[in-house]
């Protein structure tokens, strides 16, 4: 649907070319995928819910990518993809916990400052303009593919250094989250650092 306004047609609506994308399909099964980690956790399916994790790694940087090459970056789109994100994260922590409780005891320093700052960086967002941030920075991806392989790397018992960078990279993409939000005078999605952050206003 949309509507004249000053002369100008403003979309009130998302339309069913923005609806019903390849990066959007991608970005919902790993929003309904993601808890299946849970469930595998729950079966003592280790193999399956690494092999599953690293899929859902794989849609994140997968559903950007195609956005970008096929020209479907959205709105919809980047919203829907930090909803899903969320879902992945909460799922891994309980699919964790659930498989050792004391993966994730070990860990709860690392695990808790992540958690409070990607809290801190929505609250932020949500004061200033309403709504979520998704601005899918670069950091933000970087930290996708290290929580990935410190996962698995926990899992494995092979080390834990990997899963505490990721927890740092987290923390540090939810800083630079939370000073894009700061710099920006509108709500925008897809903001790849703070730099270009300050080059849109």
């Known amino acids: 649907m949309r509507t004249a306004h000053g002369g100008c047609l403003l979309q009130i609506m998302p339309t069913h070319h923005e609806i019903f994308t390849l990066p959007n399909a991608l970005s919902f099964a790993r929003l309904v995928g993601s808890p299946l980690l ?3 956790a729950a079966a003592g399916w280790i ?15 997968l559903d950007g990518y195609l956005a970008r090459v096929l020209h479907q970056q959205t709105k919809l789109g980047a919203r829907l993809d930090t909803v ?41 967002s949500l004061l200033k303009f309403g709504r979520l941030p998704s601005y899918h920075s670069w950091a933000a991806k970087g930290a996708w593919v290290v929580i990935g392989i410190g996962v698995v790397a926990l899992i494995g018992g092979w080390t834990t250094w990997l899963f505490r960078l990721s927890m740092v990279i987290v923390v540090l993409a939810n800083v630079e989250a939370v000073l894009i939000t700061l710099q920006l005078k509108q709500l925008r999605v897809d903001v790849p650092t703070l730099w270009h952050a300050r080059q849109l206003e």
Do not use: G, K
């Open 38 to 40: 849970i469930v595998f």
């Open 47 to 61: 193999t399956i819910l690494v092999v599953w994790a690293v899929s859902m790694v794989i849609t994140e940087w």
């Open 84 to 124: 899903a994100d969320a879902v992945f994260y909460c799922s891994v922590l309980v699919a964790l916990a659930i498989y050792d409780w004391q993966l994730i005891a070990d860990q709860v320093v690392w695990i808790a400052a992540a958690i409070i700052s990607y809290w801190t960086s929505w609250i932020a």
